[in-house]
């Protein structure tokens, strides 16, 4: 691939392709509330539910290893399910990571950005790379990351991870190799920034598209999706939900597609606190 090429691949998922909006509404604040009357209304029990991981049930640490969901939001979530309302992850992590994240949940899952998906009915569905093209691709890349001590890699099984977050003045370092690897790798491999990290997930990934998928599939179906996300990754499964009719709410700051946004994670587990409210009430 060129790097003619490189650069749209790169410029399709970059922050830059973000349009800039004017910020959501923050739910609950002054703005909101002048607006309600314009936001979806939120029927909880008519509602599927799609929540990112990192940045938005947990808050970021500086080592993947070292996040955890508050038993607050565990409790939310069980609580939702167990009332007969379709919940899911999408994250960027592996499966097998959120289930170990969620336990004693286990729901139906998009993992490394929609690469592995787990169906309501417990099937799995992988987006699959050649061994010995993942093979390659881990040894060069270790070797880079090693020239660049404080630079570290995470391999995701289908995808691999360039972290920043502990040395940020080689968050070019981090670009410009992730962009090579893009430009040798492109037929197999898309660029996808994110907080303090450049990820190289299977081409095809979409947090959007498997949202997409799920509402196509029991439980989901014919429901309002809400997603909630914090971070450039979840731009796209912003996108489709709107496009769906459906309520996407940013975490945080930032230029967004999100049509309303939560403070923080704490004001997650808040915001879920008063879901699991509304299940009390009258049908």
Request: aromatic share 6%; hydrophobic share 45%; proline share 7%.
């Amino acid at each position: 691939m060129n790097q003619a090429a490189v650069a749209v691949l790169v410029e399709l998922q970059a922050p830059a392709a973000i349009k800039k909006r004017e910020p959501p509404p923050l739910i609950g604040g002054p703005s909101y509330m002048s607006k309600q009357d314009d936001q979806p209304e939120l029927e909880t029990r008519r509602c599927a539910f799609f929540f990112d991981v990192d940045g938005t049930l947990a808050d970021i640490q500086p080592r993947p290893e070292l996040v955890f969901i508050p038993p607050r939001s565990l409790a939310a979530l069980e609580q939702l399910s167990a009332n007969g309302i379709p919940v899911a992850v999408v994250s960027g992590r592996p499966i097998s990571q959120l289930d170990a994240l969620l336990t004693p949940l286990q729901l139906p899952a998009a993992g490394v950005h929609g690469a592995e998906r787990r169906t309501a009915a417990g099937e799995l569905q992988n987006l699959a790379l050649d061994n010995e093209v993942l093979d390659a691709i881990q040894r060069e890349l270790a070797q880079a990351c090693a020239e660049h001590p404080g630079l570290s890699l995470e391999n995701k099984g289908v995808a691999f991870a360039l972290h920043f977050r502990l040395a940020p003045e080689l968050e070019e370092t981090a670009r410009h190799v992730a962009e090579d690897f893009v430009s040798r790798y492109g037929e197999v491999l898309a660029l996808q920034p994110g907080k303090c990290v450049f990820e190289l997930k299977p081409r095809g990934a979409s947090k959007g598209e498997v949202i997409r998928t799920f509402m196509q599939e029991a439980p989901f179906a014919g429901r309002t999706p809400v997603f909630i996300g914090d971070d450039l990754t979840d731009e796209a499964g912003f996108t489709v939900v709107n496009e769906l009719g459906g309520i996407s709410i940013k975490v945080g700051s930032g230029a967004t597609e999100a049509t309303q946004r939560l403070e923080s994670v704490e004001a997650v587990a808040a915001w879920l606190d008063r879901l699991q409210s509304t299940l009390l009430e009258p049908q």
